[in-house]
């Protein structure tokens, strides 16, 4: 089993940043693709980005170039960068494990761009 806990969400005006945080309960980092996705209301939740053991990235077309998703071995955590926020970004951000179908999501966290 996996516990995730995101941090790091809040209000933050457009074109501000946030620095999310997940991190894991145990090193899986070697195994697990992570990701972020988020959740708007009234809309499917999607993926916003995702980096594989290997350190690959790749990003959502509505956030590349603004976000830099990261992780820190040592801390067992996720991070998701995000810059030049806009109203649009507001959404519950979830922290997401996968590996060979096993899967495993973080309670989310709240981030409301909005002046």
């Known amino acids: 089993q996996v516990q995730l806990v995101e941090s790091g969400g809040g209000l933050v005006q457009p074109g501000g940043s946030l620095r999310l945080a997940c991190a894991a309960s145990?090193?899986?980092?070697?195994?697990?693709?992570m990701g972020w996705y988020r959740q708007a209301p009234g809309k499917q939740r999607e993926l916003v980005a995702r980096?594989?053991?290997?350190?690959?990235?790749n990003y959502a077309d509505s956030v590349k170039g603004r976000s830099t998703i990261s992780r820190d071995n040592a801390k067992n955590t996720v991070y998701l960068q995000m810059n030049s926020l806009k109203p649009e970004d507001t959404a519950v951000y979830y922290c997401?494990?996968?590996?060979?179908?096993?899967?495993?999501w973080g309670q989310g966290t709240q981030v409301t761009v909005s002046s």
């Open positions: 997401n494990a996968v590996f060979i179908g096993t899967n495993y």
């Open positions: 145990r090193n899986i980092f070697n195994r697990y693709l």
């Open positions: 980096i594989t053991t290997g350190g690959t990235t």
